[in-house]
């Protein structure tokens, strides 16, 4: 394509996915640098895409008050269908690819809408998929082909994230405040995830947490919601000396900041994990029920643990089996691999 002037990009949800389709946006403007880019978002990512520099216009899609009442639905649709018509779009890219992106999608009315090589929902029905050679490959590589599509170069694959002066000085403050020392080594530690099935437990983060003060490594434990909190506070408890707790303190863009200082990341394939490994931060996920060439840290593969067990891979955000399904990978296991990454 020749000449783009406005791009829609509409990718909403999980925080993960977004991060994943990140690049996309750099993409587009390392192609077609003067290209207006519109991106659609739910609140969970709001900060990140703010905060993403090559994004020019940021549409909230506020999923609650569509879900509240039909009243709602209608006025929000005729409220969302006003905003996005506010500019005539060259081209849509429906990154998320089901019904509820189709409906954005339909409403801005793109004069080309392309999607993914993963739509369902019908999706397919309103944009056009583009099925590309890393169909079969990582989530990053496969959002990438829709760039190649309109012709992006991709010569570099960057997650772009740029917090201003303010923003940075307000999410060291609060790090300092909880007792984080920025200036010394640490490691950021993401306990939690959707999928119970994820999730490393709570002692062996504690376990670890412990082994890393005694490698004079300050542990952070990062993360947002009631459920990481628990957890957090479980972790404290076990610790003979407790972390950092930064659980529900930053926002997602101020936690990557912070991220990209760190030595260290470690966590489940969830969303704050990612965003550590696309900040550049060396990045240990541990995986069990998801698949490594789908979403394991992006350009990272060689520091992915994964449980051994013969039903890995399994997709379920609940063992039916009642495992444990990343007791499987042990603190000493990972403690071994941060030694190695970090020449300890």
């Not at 005729?78 to 409906?103: C, M, N, P, T, W």
Request: with cysteine.
């Amino acid at each position: 394509m020749n000449n783009l002037k406005n791009v829609l990009i509409v990718k909403m949800s999980s925080i993960g996915d977004v991060i994943h389709a990140m690049p996309v946006s750099w993409a587009i403007k390392e192609t077609y640098p003067k290209a207006k880019i519109t991106w659609v978002v739910e609140k969970a990512a709001l900060s990140l895409v703010k905060a993403n520099p090559c994004v020019d216009r940021v549409i909230l899609f506020k999923k609650e008050e569509f879900r509240a009442s039909v009243g709602s639905f209608i006025r929000n649709t005729v409220a969302l269908r006003r905003e996005l018509r506010a500019e005539h779009y060259d081209l849509s890219l429906d990154l998320q690819g089901l019904i509820k992106s189709a409906f954005i999608v339909k409403l801005a009315n793109a004069d080309v809408k392309l999607g993914t090589a993963d739509m369902r929902e019908l999706s397919d029905k309103v944009s056009r998929r583009v099925t590309g050679k890393n169909a079969g490959g990582h989530i990053v590589e496969r959002y990438l082909d829709v760039a190649r599509e309109i012709g992006c170069a991709v010569k570099k694959v960057r997650f772009p994230l740029e917090l201003n002066a303010r923003e940075q000085k307000i999410a060291a403050q609060i790090a300092e405040k909880a007792g984080a020392r920025l200036s010394s080594p640490y490691a950021i530690l993401v306990a939690g995830s959707s999928w119970p099935s994820k999730c490393w437990s709570a002692k062996s983060f504690a376990e670890y947490s412990d082994w890393l003060y005694n490698q004079k490594i300050i542990p952070i434990l990062a993360g947002a919601g009631a459920a990481e909190e628990q957890k957090a506070a479980e972790i404290e408890s076990m610790t003979e000396i407790p972390p950092v707790n930064l659980v529900g303190k930053l926002s997602l863009a101020q936690l990557g900041f912070i991220m990209k200082k760190a030595a260290l990341v470690v966590g489940s394939d969830t969303g704050p994990v990612h965003l550590g490994a696309g900040m550049g931060a060396k990045t240990i996920m541990l995986m069990g029920p998801t698949k490594p060439y789908r979403t394991g840290t992006y350009n990272q593969s060689g520091n992915i643990m994964v449980a051994d067990r013969p039903c890995r891979e399994c997709m379920k955000k609940v063992c039916p089996k009642g495992l444990d399904c990343l007791g499987a990978i042990k603190v000493a296991d990972v403690a071994e691999k941060t030694r190695a990454l970090l020449n300890i």
